[in-house]
């Protein structure tokens, strides 16, 4: 449950987040954290909240954590003013740092900073308790010792064009300096400041998940898997209720299920995979994660399921692609036989999550299409939905082709609906999460 605490505990934050995360990170920081005036933009969620620190730093979909010092739109500079000059100086440093008087600064940055390591006891975050001289329960700006600072400046669009991100930064350290007597440091500085300037908006914010490790980093794994922000949205659309029974027929070191049964106390969870290597892997992450008694393991292929027919209140599976997790079978030749056992093993009513390649991705579309509108409207289907122009030449398209058109006798996959399909990002390439409800044929 989230705390009910006074609006002046209320604390503005942002986090970064991978692409395609930002839907469930709002989702997250509305369920948790009660957050209230929670915006996307790509790459971040902006919200409020005055959940603790403790529990601000426990969210799963993101990636890192900041404290917001200012949102505003978007800093114009004209093109026909040169970055060095005072002019381009001027309307950056009045952007940047207000008002220019040494007011602005404390109620923002000082405030906002002091307000969180005394209602939270966050002295481990960015700024030390004894960086702030206290009198009345209200923080003063007077630092023991001058403040050493970095900012560090991410800068597109069209202002781009105008100025360098060294160029912000290089202002608006002066200004800083300048203004409260604070001393850059590139390399080891107490504090550090994120600008993004963009044709959107302009943002600045303090890092808090420098000092920690970033939230996507779990503390609770061993062997790190899939991205585990990726994992933890996998689960969180797996329906999953207390009582329920969890399956991952392609476990790898069991990221998906480590997740799903550190949100979900009263499921249990079952990993199948293939590989001893992996089953090793996943056993240790199990038991460094202490859930041994609700995370079981069992050897197996996911082409022939020991488990009986709708017996499963989930599936979720991340499915061997690309480079890091290629694999010695045809995924594409095997896909219609993986998923008629997911299929198979599902409860009615049940739910199937998959991440697939886009490759991949337009295969199980197709499979879904032949068995639920026939070959004719598969045929329209395929034309309308780009499916051509979606097998890339890679060595896949050749599989997919030979597969789409040898499997119509093998998938028999006529009960699952579709509810989402949502593209994510995985570093180097991109994952399709498909999600399906078993019904009743
Ligand atoms: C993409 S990895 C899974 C990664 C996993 N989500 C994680 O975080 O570690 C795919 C896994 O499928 C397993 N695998 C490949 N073919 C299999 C099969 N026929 N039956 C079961 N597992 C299989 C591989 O051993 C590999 O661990």
Redesign the pocket.
């Known amino acids: 449950m989230p705390e009910v605490r006074s609006e002046d505990s209320v604390v503005r934050y942002y986090c970064t987040a991978g692409n395609g995360m930002e839907p469930f990170l709002v989702d997250e920081v509305k369920r948790k954290l009660a957050a209230q005036d929670v915006y996307q933009i790509p790459g971040k969620v902006l919200f409020s909240s005055s959940a603790t620190i403790r529990r601000v730093c426990d969210l799963k979909a993101a990636e890192r954590l900041f404290l917001l010092l200012k949102q505003d739109s978007p800093v114009r500079l004209s093109t026909h003013t040169s970055p060095g000059t005072t002019k381009a100086a001027s309307v950056l440093q009045s952007r940047l740092l207000g008002d220019g008087t040494q007011m602005t600064w404390e109620k923002t940055l000082l405030w906002e900073a002091w307000r969180m390591v005394r209602m939270h006891r966050f002295v481990k975050s960015q700024l030390q308790s004894d960086d702030f001289w206290v009198m009345r329960n209200k923080p003063y700006l007077l630092f023991f010792s001058p403040v050493s600072f970095r900012i560090n400046c991410k800068c597109s669009g069209k202002l781009h064009r105008c100025v360098s991100a060294q160029e912000v930064s290089r202002v608006m350290g002066i200004g800083l300096s300048r203004l409260l007597g604070w001393k850059a440091d590139l390399k080891n500085p107490k504090l550090e400041i994120n600008v993004y300037l963009n044709d959107d908006y302009c943002l600045l914010g303090i890092p808090l998940t420098r000092l920690l490790l970033p939230l996507a980093n779990r503390s609770y794994l061993k062997t790190p ?2 991205r585990s922000t990726v ?1 933890w949205a996998m689960a969180s659309l797996a329906l999953i209720e207390p009582g329920s029974c969890v399956v991952d ?8 299920l480590i997740e799903a049964a550190k949100e979900h106390k009263a499921a249990c969870f079952l990993g ?4 001893d290597g ?1 089953l090793q892997k996943a056993d240790e992450n199990v038991v460094f994660a202490e859930l041994q008694s609700r995370v079981h393991l069992l050897k ?4 022939a399921l020991p488990l009986p027919s709708a017996s499963v209140d989930a599936v979720v599976c ?3 692609f690309g480079r890091k ?1 290629s ?1 010695r ?1 045809n995924m594409a030749e ?1 896909l219609p036989v993986i998923l008629s056992e997911m299929e198979r093993v599902l409860r009615v009513g049940g739910t199937l999550v998959v991440l697939l390649s886009p490759q991949l991705s337009c295969l199980l579309k197709k499979l879904l299409l032949q068995t639920n509108c026939g070959p004719k409207r598969n045929a329209e289907a395929e034309s309308q939905t780009g499916m051509k122009s979606c097998l890339a030449s890679s060595s896949e398209q050749h599989n997919l082709q030979i597969t789409s058109s040898s499997s119509q006798e093998a998938s028999t996959f006529s009960s699952l609906r579709h509810q989402a399909t949502l593209r994510v990002s995985l570093g180097v390439i991109d994952g399709l999460i498909h999600k399906y409800i078993k019904t009743l044929d």
């Open positions: 898997g899939l994992a027929p392609m476990c790898g070191v069991g990221t998906i199948v995979d293939i590989d992996q197996a292929s996911s082409t991340d499915l061997p997790f694999t079978i095997n």
